[in-house]
């Protein structure tokens, strides 16, 4: 064993066999390696592998019987008892996260539930910090909006981890397919952008740009809706008019592929916008380019959000039932926890979203 | 002991003991009162005094020492450890508490710390009980948006129980003047509101009605500043140009007086809101009533939040730096955890607002 970042020896090897025990390859009752196998594999003196054990018994994830050896402690009955859950969240204070944390912090208080709040801000490595944090602590279930999921994930590993210590776990927003039959409360992406391509043709457009998130299977769901919903009403898909762009690059790209767009006067008489946000942004850009919605050019969003209303004309979107999504989650969540066999038992609710009309497109 | 609610008697003598411990009336390592006391005090048999007695040890609240008598657990080196804080505030998904919860978050996860969560929709009902749950729960602090701040509370008991248990806590956005001494980050709410009825006077208004929020501290305080303003502007302060309203009141009251006022012709050429929500929510009664902002009346906010820019008239309004405040409670927090004279160094952090001047004003 290396002593890599100054960190002492004993240390090392307590993180290591922590690490072994939450992520579930040392489980509760099983008998660890003995100190002379500890000794001889991690090259270390018996007083540091004793010091390892004895800080490791203190804190709770061993106990030695003596004469016969150090085993792991079983934490499921104090977890069991904890009345926590983990929520974690890509992001908690924007757009419409807060009103998805309000239904499930609605529906968990009501159950005497109290919910741990984490938040990534979409990044990977926020997002293993919280599962390791969470793992150690006792919490009897989680509700996780996956960070990028449209991305190879490292964090994969977790959710077996999860699975081990019998934590269920209900996604939100996203999933991966690498995990297609666990509890999850989605929208229907693909149907909801089918909605709003439909529409537009059926209002006779011809020349749809379609702005779609890369890092998460929403915008990939949404992209697809947009690709069928091409094809099935005769227009043609180009891959020219799709705009991709990913978590790091939103307040930029997307918009400055549409000025080029509209500066090289690139024939496109609708935007198809990943979500409100984005079509949000998209005003301020087409009043400098002097175009006006929807005389010159229709664009949609995705969400049903406070900006959807909020726009210098009031953007046709897609619903998004928020509070209830919150709620759903957290419904299905407390039925896993009460359901010894949830494993075998998997929920899975897809909400069909609705086409809303509004200002933001006309016939052409 | 009555039994009430049809539970069990050794359950209401549980509880009690329990909330004798949670509360601090019994101190970790005090002896609680013997069998033969308990079996007298509540007239109960010995079997049930034991039967809760025995439910309590297991659950880590008391331990018993043979021969010597049964003696209230420590609970306070799990505590110290649990890298948990609770959070309270009276709203979760609205207007600006997203900011200021996403502030406390990035604080606390940069150091390692969990929020636990809690959401009372401004009710002290479910204080009490978001309360209770944190004293049984391992918190190592608590940020806490006190629930109608203004009024009479039954629960500045708990407050006692903090302080006697040492778990450190920061008072957010109000407080109470029974616990003035205490740690917090608030707006200087008096100071905010003088700046923009100042403002309102030296652009020549002669009848600003104030409408002020009657049940917690901030309301309480704009209305002084209101009042301030206009005696050293030389205005006459009048109680029927103010409009009081608690928070069940909310969606109704402010609107329904406004619209009395002006029917019957009430001369009103500026509405001071308590924040930019009865701002904004004010526009759509005055363009119903045919007032054009602010031609025929100026509007103004407090907060500078989102709706203001979203008016159909760009609100003029106050700071607040949302975040910034949530950012400044966390820390605070964290240096009186690490602090074991906290109770003697509190540390209370006054914000100065700023007058942001939009398009809702104009000279009279």
């Not at 090897?13 to 922590?18: A, G, N, P, S, Y």
């Not at 529409?199 to 299977?217: P, R, S």
């Not at 079509?279 to 010159?296: H, I, R, S």
């Not at 050019?297 to 959807?308: A, P």
Request: proline share 4%; charged share 25%.
């Amino acid at each position: 064993m290396q002593s890599r970042n100054n960190q002492p020896k004993y240390y090392m090897l307590m993180e290591h066999l922590k690490e072994e025990i939450l992520m579930g390859r040392i489980m509760p009752g099983e008998q660890i390696p003995s100190e002379n196998t500890l000794t001889e594999t991690h090259k270390l003196s018996r007083h540091t592998v004793r010091k390892a054990i004895s800080m490791l018994v203190n804190e709770g994830y061993l106990y030695t019987e003596h004469g016969r050896g150090t085993f792991c402690l079983s934490r499921s009955s104090k977890r069991n008892d904890s009345k926590n859950i983990g929520v974690i969240m890509t992001y908690i204070s924007e757009y419409i996260f807060p009103r998805v944390i309000e239904g499930i912090e609605r529906v968990l208080s009501n159950n005497k539930y109290s919910i741990i709040l984490k938040n990534t801000s979409n990044i990977l490595n926020n997002e293993a910090l919280y599962f390791e944090d969470l793992l150690s602590k006792d919490i009897e279930g989680l509700i996780i909006e996956p960070t990028k999921s449209a991305l190879f994930s490292n964090n994969l590993k977790f959710y077996e981890a999860f699975d081990k210590h019998n934590i269920p776990y209900v996604f939100l927003h996203g999933d991966y397919r690498e995990l297609e039959g666990k509890s999850k409360v989605v929208l229907d992406d693909v149907a909801g952008m089918y909605s709003v391509v439909e529409y537009l043709a059926k209002l006779g457009h011809k020349n749809i740009v379609g702005i779609f998130k890369a890092d998460d299977t929403q915008g990939i769901d949404r992209h697809r809706g947009y690709a069928k919903a091409l094809t099935d009403t005769g227009l043609p898909y180009d891959p020219d008019s799709v705009i991709w762009y990913h978590t790091e690059e939103q307040e930029i790209k997307p918009f400055a592929i549409i000025k080029q767009m509209l500066e090289e006067k690139r024939n496109i008489d609708a935007i198809a916008c990943y979500n409100d946000e984005i079509a949000f942004k998209m005003f301020p850009l087409l009043n400098k380019l002097g175009l006006k919605v929807p005389d010159d050019i229709s664009i949609t969003g995705f969400d049903d959000s406070f900006l959807s209303e909020n726009c210098p004309v009031k953007l046709t979107t897609v619903s998004h039932p928020k509070e209830v999504l919150g709620e759903e989650a957290a419904k299905i969540l407390l039925q896993l926890i009460n359901d010894k066999n949830y494993k075998n038992n998997p929920i899975q609710k897809i909400i069909i979203p609705k086409l809303i009309i509004k200002d933001s497109c006309r016939k052409r």
